[in-house]
């Protein structure tokens, strides 16, 4: 993040879900990112970091609440083709593995960070219409509200 805001070219990493053959998620170099006058950083460790906040303009935390986070873990580990847990196999294991750690881990690690964003939005829509709120469009109408006559700088550059 830093050598984006020094106008440096940086390599981010590609990651695979597991559909390796060891079953581990593995991480290769991929594709390279030129900077530009935004930097979007999306991540659900964004706020985590006081170093990445205090090089951060805007910040938005997206919440869910915790039934459908549920759904869309079970929703991505199913389009991945695997059911994960640390205790067996099955729905069973996977519905256990997920409230007796991941909401956990969610709680402390992610929810608790949610008042640093500068604006937070929420995202239990998806399940009624099953897509994604569009980001873009709820960044650019903020960052317009919070930045208007700065991007009107720019646009007209």
Do not use: C
């Amino acid at each position: 993040l830093k050598n984006l805001q020094e106008w440096k070219s940086i390599q981010i990493p590609h990651y695979d879900f597991g559909n390796n053959p060891t079953g581990k998620w593995q991480r290769t170099w991929g594709s390279f990112i030129e900077p530009k006058d935004f930097i979007i950083l999306d991540g659900i460790f964004g706020l985590v970091d006081e170093r990445i906040r205090e090089m951060t303009d805007v910040s938005i935390f997206i919440d869910i609440s915790p039934l459908n986070r549920m759904a869309r873990r079970f929703v991505r580990d199913f389009w991945y083709g695997q059911t994960r847990s640390y205790m067996g196999s099955g729905l069973g294991d996977t519905i256990k593995f997920y409230v007796e750690y991941v909401e956990k881990w969610y709680q402390d690690y992610v929810e608790k960070y949610k008042d640093f964003a500068d604006l937070i939005v929420n995202n239990d829509a998806w399940a009624e219409k099953w897509e994604e709120p569009k980001m873009v469009d709820i960044t650019v109408n903020y960052l317009r509200g919070k930045y208007e006559k700065e991007i009107e700088k720019i646009i007209e550059q």
